[in-house]
């Protein structure tokens, strides 16, 4: 059963927040760690009952609402980031088709989920192995996530690391917003609808 707009509306902002410091870090190097702690949070709260409880708190999402709400307004368009922000959907659909490897990300997040819950989702070793994680599953299925960004960050490991790791949080949002009932009819046809939301979020 299709939730209600509004709720689909978090999760494609956690999408979006996501990407964006994919973003920032393959351009720069550095993270916002407030926003990267939010998705990878995310990714060890599976059984949430609802998409603010996935997020924390709807105040975590307050930049990607923004950017969601820039694009549908066409302001302040970021091309790379629609392209990922599509690439990575794709993704989503091949991903939930590969029941193995919804098995073995399951798997390895379940396994993670103790050493996060002691040490934080942001710890390096938590977030190394995300990473990893991403790297062993994800990252063999087709399209493949491609992130452009400065050649010189983007040859470090810790870099690369911290982006597989998001990404994989990314996943995980996108998966939450078809489980909700999204689909690409939203981003097609209830684009007003989905800025009213974001508004009434953002209030």
Known sequence: MSR???ERVLALAGLVQALAQVRRIAETGQSDPAQVQTALDSVFRI?????????GEVTSLRAGLRVLR???????????LLKL??????????????????????????????????HG??????????????????????????????????SQPAVVSEIRAILLAAVRSAVLWR??????WDLLLSR????????GWLD
């Open 4 to 6: 209600p707009l509004s």
């Open 47 to 55: 059984d949430a009952e609802t998409p603010e409880a996935v997020y």
């Open 70 to 80: 820039d694009h549908l307004d066409k302001r302040n368009r970021d091309d790379g």
């Open 85 to 118: 922000f599509m690439a990575v959907l794709q993704l989503e659909r091949r991903f939930i088709g590969e029941p193995n490897t919804v098995t073995a990300v399951g798997n390895g997040i379940a396994e993670l989920s103790p050493q996060a819950d002691e």
């Open 121 to 154: 989702s942001t710890h390096p070793d938590v977030l190394a192995a995300l990473g990893n994680l991403y790297a062993d599953t994800l990252s063999h299925l087709r399209p493949k996530v491609m992130v452009q960004g400065n050649p010189h960050y983007l």
């Open 179 to 184: 489980q909700l009932g999204g689909s690409y």
């Open 192 to 199: 007003r609808a989905m800025a009213d939301a974001i508004e």
